[in-house]
């Protein structure tokens, strides 16, 4: 909450008459101090009813926030209980809100409102709930000053005079008394030398609509006290500032634990406490996020150690998930999640996937981890086998909260990947092509395409859009091993051998929105590149080939992390890495369609993909992830 902090002193009036005030022994610039006057800070909490049970949860955590807060004291504007119900449970439902308001460190007050007042059930009487509340809470409307300031309480559901009727969308029962209305004029009169006058009530009813025109002589006797300030109201479960009418500002407040239609701060909808700074000439006002006031002095060396601990913490599976084309899964796995703090941690577990296919029973997990102890689970999890784009493995999220210093904090864990062995021999392929939007690339990894020293070949066939600059087509390098590469479109094959990159670069550039073939060869004893068939370079070189533990990137350039980079705007197909010089002499003829052999380590001939995975047709089942924005494109898209 530093930037409330950096807002709240840049709102300071400022005073340069007071040279005084400040101590130095030494020249410098002038400092400005502030006013010394009766500046003070008052909150106000919205509507706690109409939501879930557990919103007083949220109630308490408003309290704590503003106890860290600390104004003078706090207002609400009514609905306080859910109400709606006969005397017992109002009675529990009473004691619930003044057991959590009454751990506010300030005075507070309470405003009716008809989740208050409205009685529903048998035994009800005209005065409904009014009874309850005033024995409990307060009189209906009510005044009481502080710091020569004037806050005015008033009562929006006295009900149609002639039927008896409450109601907040009948005008009829949208009406002030004569005697709220009397009383009000003389509390006004009466608080004419007041600095600023605060008026609260439950329903707005300077909105018209169903609360009749009624407010319109209340308004007058606002103005015309001339002091009156601002006026709160809560009920529509929306923060909305109505703007300064005839100098009086309307302001309607959203909720503290109450119902909300979604969550949207931006809009409007949120749990919150709202602040007002009294000053002798203006107000200030500032909405505050419930839960988003921190105490500096929480903390400490062990809570942040305890913070630490959770965020390296990971649910882990006792068994991996075998996944196998058209073949279901079903089976029940064991998830265990260690405590490593000093405190009970309250975990919450999902089975996430972008596969809206798979289930898992239950698909919730809400339970308390004693210090130091393990939650075991079983999980029954399910799939139907298809092996598509759509498919993707599932993982566990988990979020561990902990009670300290009087706060509730929530802390993400590690991520927790269910274990998956995927069998992609009879996976569902199709004609497609590998798209590099510019970004991103196919990862191979690199345990899946360890090869000794000797020969090799590596080939592509590429269809550029953009080869502007460095770009890589299929690169494993990082001062070692071996790429294909093109600069400003043209293409060179470079293998580290020994101790620097030996490297047969070709003349021409590609030509755009083409199909080329592509392939460098090492042959021992020369590098070669092969550019349609045509041999267009060949450079002598021999040695060992300097290796790394990098993953070979196609449609890119690999980064000393093992991420792509330097990636082009086009499509790749066909790629192979064979144990073997494929090719020699000055021409040969490339096959559109690259077929496995023994000598084949890598094949990605991108016939459709398995969820992020794109199959390797060869032995090694060196499977491509896709990242970045990489994608399959049919060939009915991708036309060649």
Known sequence: MLHVLIVALALLPISTDNASRVLKNRDGATLALPEEDETFVFAVFGDRTGGDPVGIEVLRQAVADTNLLEPDLVMTVGDLVQGYNTRPLWMLQMGEFKTAMNDLSMPWFPVAGNH???????????????????????????????????????????????????????????????????????TLASASGKRHVFVFLHHPRWRGGGYGDDWSKVHKLLVDAGNVSGVFAGHVHRLQHDGAIDGIEYMSLATVGGHLREHLPAGGWLDHVLLVTVRDDHTTMATVPVGGVMNPRAFTAEHLARVEALRTTAPSVSSTLACQNKRPVQETIEVSLENPTTLPLQVDLHLRSTDSRWSCTPDHVHETIAPGDTLRLPLHVQHPGTLDAAWAAPTIDATAAFIDGGARWSVPLAVGHLPVQLDLKAWPSRPASLDVPGSGGLVVPAESIAIDDGPITLECWVKPRDLNGRRGLVAKTEQSEYAIFASNGVPYFSVFLGDTYVEAHAQEALALNEWHHIAGVFDGSEVRLYVDGVNVAATKGSGKRRKNNLPLIVGGDVDGNGKPTSAIDGLVDGVRLSTVARYAGSRMTPHRRLRADDSTKLLLNMDGRVGPWVPDASKAAGHGLLQGGATVVDDDVAVR
């Not at 009900?159 to 009397?182: E, I, L, V, W």
Request: charge should be negative; hydrophobic fraction near 30%; include cysteine.
């Open 116 to 186: 208050d007042i409205y009685w529903r059930g048998p035994g009800r009487t005209s005065q409904e709930h009014e009874g309850d509340y005033e024995a409990h809470f307060a009189p209906l409307w009510y005044a009481f000053d502080h710091k020569d300031c004037r806050f005015i309480v008033l009562y929006t559901d006295e009900g149609d005079p002639k039927t008896g009727k409450r109601s907040f969308g009948d005008p009829a029962a949208q009406r002030m008394s004569k005697g709220q209305f009397d009383w009000l004029r003389d």
